[in-house]
């Protein structure tokens, strides 16, 4: 058949879809072909000539072909919005067994580092991705140390880690090929020199595997593997993982981190055992000596920790305090570094949003209840230091993750904690100026962030009893001093936690119940279901509403509030009917908006029955909206309006 009579003005969707059923010699294969040679570049072709190369052509096509579907990639315009084209065309056809070696390699050596990446991806045949890992290693220089300039200028290495879903050989080679960290001082420079350099280097360093980190999340566990045969990485790499974005570490693998990394606070647990002992008195040596049986059982690489801060010189001055200081140090940072989101998941959001995690919730809770129960040690080793150069609040942010996160809280544990606190306010209240106030914005600003942590953590250590594991956010402090409008503000899990935890408090359960009035719904936990837990259910009704102006107070909100509760209980008697502050109880709804509640209406038409003067008099009485005459009960006013007596005294406070 002749070439010509093969033209076709078939859909290009047709030829799709049909060819996928053929074999490589039928009419529908040779039109489709026809079809690219003469049609111009676009979208159609495209789809056609990868159906084609993964259908009947997958193993034998002319070399034009394949030339073809590479120039169709590399002519492509770029789609807004993605950083790196897919080059999925250019992908099949140099993994094409019809495709020559020396093609290959001059087509890759042409392309682009961010392209060489995309061509690396683990959809590459072999021959594809030997041929990448070769130009990969042709491109890159030897011998680099990591500088700031190259962040602004990237090795092939850098720029190919930047892409997703690499093969696992062009993964290594690209690690392979990777700039050193930074270098160390050889000794002759200037210290303040290299001090300056060595610190631009450690932050390019830090950010360089930030961005390989997150285009490289099916690799962690590779890369973990990698970078602990390359001391000057992993370090970096495990606090990433663990404090930059734990939400793409697999389970497993996050919770094998957090055990390391909290294996390095015993080390500083020891350093300060034994830097105290120095301060206290002892040579080096003898404090060695004094916890030979601790630095028996750590590692090498611990005991050279410790020792190299065992020095004469070390041990005395500001050095030595700053040693002394190591354990909780070490939780200071974690806190607000490496253990930051996964003591504080909420806080990890993209776009305003919450982040998906791969772990568990149960499993982060976990992972903060251990963090806690490990370092607890750090604040029995916490020592007051009145001579502070740094802010005072330090010590705060750190005392009130582990207090929220410890499954219980020891007595000792609180005693302590209690002292953090003295100390927090002592150094504020230093701060302060004359006129009562701190000056300068940072002072200001850090004295608010004190008081708002002194607030959440008195709570913390006066209600040590766990509600939730994991998390003890359901401590609201002592339940003498708890009113209802902060139990309206918790969840109701929380709060019925914090009623099974002081099962017998009447008082706390009134509070409870008059915290309806500020919180309109409730998902689940139900008005009478907090009644219940009272021990005289219904005389605490009629107590609350009887001093309702002094137990609940507020506005018309509240006031209105509980007046829609009581009347929406399967039963509300006559006794507590009477009690409800009139404006409140007459402006309740009924079946409709503009209806008053029948229960109400009823109890109004028999206590005025037919006596004319009683309505006039009860429709002239000083119940109102708001202000004192708001509070005046519904039976009082009824009363006085039937028995034509003066107007009662509204209720007091």
Same mark, same amino acid.
């Given at each position: ?239 990433? +993982? ?42 080096? +040596? ?71 995690? +791969? ?186 509403? +009887? ?107």
């Amino acid at each position: 058949m002749a070439a010509a009579a093969l033209r076709t003005s078939l859909p290009f969707e047709f030829l799709r879809t049909v060819i996928t059923q053929v074999s490589d010699d039928s009419p529908p294969t040779r039109m489709a072909v026809e079809a690219i040679r003469t049609a111009p570049q676009g979208t159609d072709r495209d789809g056609l000539l990868m159906a084609l190369l993964t259908g009947p052509l997958a193993q034998s096509a002319p070399e034009w072909l394949l030339t073809t579907a590479v120039e169709s990639d590399l002519h492509r315009e770029p789609l807004p919005h993605m950083t790196t084209a897919r080059m999925d065309l250019t992908r099949v056809a140099l993994s094409h067994p019809a495709c020559p070696d020396a093609y290959r390699a001059r087509i890759l050596q042409a392309c682009t580092e961010t392209r060489l990446g995309a061509l690396g991806r683990s959809e590459g045949g072999v021959a594809l991705i030997h041929a990448t890992v070769a130009e990969l290693h042709r491109r890159s220089t030897t011998g680099l140390t990591i500088t700031p300039e190259l962040l602004r200028a990237p090795t092939p290495a850098q720029l190919v880690l930047g892409e997703h879903g690499l093969h696992e050989d062009v993964f290594v080679a690209a690690l392979d090929c990777l700039p050193f960290g930074p270098d160390k001082h050889d000794g002759e420079e200037d210290v303040d020199a290299w001090m300056d350099r060595h610190r631009a280097a450690s932050d390019a360093w830090d950010s360089m595997w930030t961005g390989i980190l997150r285009a490289q999340t099916r690799h962690h566990r590779r890369l973990l593997a990698w970078s602990a045969r390359h001391p000057a990485a992993d370090r970096v790499v495990r606090e990433h +993982l663990l404090g930059s974005l734990p939400w793409h570490v697999e389970p497993a693998l996050l919770e094998e981190v957090a055990a390391r990394d909290l294996e390095s606070f015993e080390r500083a647990v020891l350093l300060t055992r034994i830097s105290r002992s120095c301060r206290d008195g002892l040579t080096p +040596l003898q404090a060695q000596e004094r916890y030979a049986d601790e630095l028996a059982t750590a590692s090498q690489e611990e005991r050279d920790y410790v020792k190299r801060f065992l020095d004469e010189e070390v041990q005395s001055g500001y050095l030595q305090d700053v040693i002394c200081r190591s354990a909780v140090a070490w939780v200071e940072r974690a806190g607000k570094g490496s253990w930051r989101f996964l003591l504080n998941p909420g806080e990890a959001q993209r776009f305003g949003r919450p982040r998906e995690w +791969l772990a568990s919730q149960e499993l982060v809770a976990a992972l903060g209840s251990r963090f806690a129960t490990v370092c607890l040690t750090a604040l029995s080793l916490w020592e007051p230091d009145p001579d502070s150069r740094h802010p005072v609040v330090r010590d705060l942010g750190w005392l009130q993750a582990l207090l929220v996160h410890l499954p219980e809280v020891p007595e000792e544990a609180r005693q302590k904690a209690r002292l953090v606190v003295q100390e927090a306010q002592r150094a504020l209240s230093a701060r302060t100026g004359a006129r009562g106030y701190p000056s300068g914005h940072s002072a200001w600003e850090e004295n608010r962030r004190g008081k708002e942590l002194i607030d959440s953590i008195i709570p913390l250590v006066t209600d040590p009893v766990p509600a939730l594991p994991g998390r003890r956010t359901a401590s609201l402090g002592d339940p003498q001093g708890i009113r209802f409008k902060t139990l309206a503000d918790v969840d109701e899990d929380i709060l019925v936690a914090y009623l099974d935890r002081h099962t017998g408090n009447d008082t706390l359960v009134e509070e409870a119940l008059l915290s309806f009035a500020a919180r309109s719904y409730r998902k689940t936990l139900t008005f009478d279901a907090v009644l219940a837990r009272h021990s005289a259910p219904q005389q605490t009704l009629l107590d609350l509403t +009887l001093h309702l102006r002094r137990r609940l107070g507020g506005g018309p909100d509240l006031r209105g509030r509980w007046a829609e509760i009581m009347l929406a209980r399967p039963k509300c008697p006559p006794e507590l009917l009477r009690l409800l502050p009139a404006w409140s109880a007459l402006k309740a709804r009924g079946p409709r908006y503009d209806t008053t509640h029948a229960v109400v209406a009823a109890y109004v038409i028999e206590a005025l029955g037919d006596n004319d003067a009683a309505w006039q008099r009860f429709a002239a009485s000083p119940m109102s909206h708001a202000g004192p005459g708001a509070w005046h009960r519904l039976g009082d006013l009824l009363d006085a309006a039937v028995e034509g007596t003066a107007w009662p005294t509204p209720p007091g406070r």
